[in-house]
């Protein structure tokens, strides 16, 4: 039987990234929220506007917010060819 060594990984946050990511987080939703209560007073083809635009402000934020909280815990250096491969598909 091995030893089991027990390494405890404490990642240190950058504070000010971490406000930034919140701060985005919030304000997609509240663009998201906004956005469905004008799909709400629209007619039929607006609705479907309002509605995908509502979809995407959620959708970017969510995602800035966890790639910038994702960046918080430690430097990254991200391939650009990559980032924006996953980014579109």
């Known amino acids: 039987m091995g030893t089991h ?3 405890h990984n404490h990642a240190q946050h950058n ?3 971490v406000v930034i990511s919140y701060i985005i987080a919030t304000i ?3 663009a998201a929220i906004e956005l469905a209560r004008r799909m709400k007073h629209t007619e ?9 635009s509502g979809a995407s402000a959620l959708g970017v934020g969510i995602w800035s917010m966890q790639l910038i909280s994702m960046d918080s815990v430690c430097s ?10 996953f980014y579109y598909f």
């Open 5 to 7: 060594i027990l390494v």
């Open 15 to 17: 504070p000010l990234l």
């Open 44 to 52: 039929n083809k607006t609705k479907l506007i309002w509605l995908f």
């Open 76 to 85: 990254h250096y991200y391939d650009i060819f990559y980032f924006l491969l």
């Open 28 to 30: 997609s939703a509240y």
